[in-house]
Antibody, heavy 114, light 107 residues
Framework: QVQLKESGPGLVQPSQTLSLTCTVS????????VHWVRQPPGKGLEWVGAIWSGGSTDYNSALKSRLSISRDTSKSQVFLKMNSLQTEDTAIYFC????????WGQGVMVTVSS | NTVMTQSPTSMFISVGDRVTMNCKAS??????VDWYQQKTGQSPKLLIY???NRYTGVPDRFTGSGSGTDFTLTISNMQAEDLAVYYCLQYNYNPLTFGSGTKLEIK
């Protein structure tokens, strides 16, 4: 069945780079897009970006200068890299499969703190 | 960017009530709007796609409507398990944008 699972460090220091991995199963990355969505504690959902089935990417305008999304189709993994982290980047980061985002990972909490 | 203005921010409701919440897009997004339900500590769950299509397994008390710039999610006969935060999302334009959410709380 379709599954997505986020992984990465729980704590990142300010100004450092965040690296997250979304490992998927049950579907092909070459036929489906994967999106990243984040949610600061107690706040709403924010679309971060996506990698489309053809490999192109789109990003949240406010994060674009710091953000990179890539993939390894052979490993069924999607990667998020965000540099120059600030405390405002503290959030739960979810990955979700495109096509109306029916399937979601459980999310990974990332805290930006020294 | 397309701004999705969601209202109200919160609602105090009773079991059995009819609940209506709204999303207004800052530009025409056609029917490219989804609605999600998020309960505390959980990932969002798709309820409605394409503005008015109920996803598989979603109870028929959930109804989505609208097109262009104005969208509505209605819950008829509110149940206790429907207590959650609801979000709209437009996917007509990149970047995709969520509404700020409507929180349903017990009166």
């Amino acid at each position: 069945q379709v599954q997505l699972k986020e992984s990465g460090p729980g704590l990142v220091q300010p100004s450092q780079t965040l690296s997250l991995t979304c490992t998927v199963s049950g579907f092909s990355l070459t036929s489906n897009s994967v999106h990243w969505v984040r949610q600061p504690p107690g706040k709403g959902l924010e679309w971060v970006g996506a990698i489309w089935s053809g490999g192109s990417t789109d990003y949240n305008s406010a994060l674009k200068s710091r953000l990179s999304i890539s993939r390894d189709t052979s490993k069924s993994q999607v990667f998020l890299k965000m540099n120059s982290l600030q405390t405002e980047d503290t959030a739960i980061y979810f990955c979700t499969r495109g096509a109306h985002r029916v399937y979601w990972g459980q999310g990974v909490m990332v805290t930006v703190s020294s | 960017n397309t701004v999705m203005t969601q209202s109200p921010t919160s609602m105090f409701i009773s079991v059995g009530d009819r609940v209506t919440m709204n999303c207004k897009a800052s530009q025409n997004v056609g029917t490219n709007v989804d609605w999600y339900q998020q309960k505390t500590g959980q990932s969002p769950k798709l309820l409605i796609y394409g503005a008015s299509n109920r996803y598989t397994g979603v109870p028929d008390r959930f109804t989505g409507s609208g097109s262009g710039t104005d969208f509505t999610l209605t819950i008829s006969n509110m149940q206790a398990e429907d207590l959650a935060v609801y979000y709209c999302l437009q996917y007509n334009y990149n970047p995709l944008t969520f509404g700020s959410g409507t929180k349903l709380e017990i009166k």
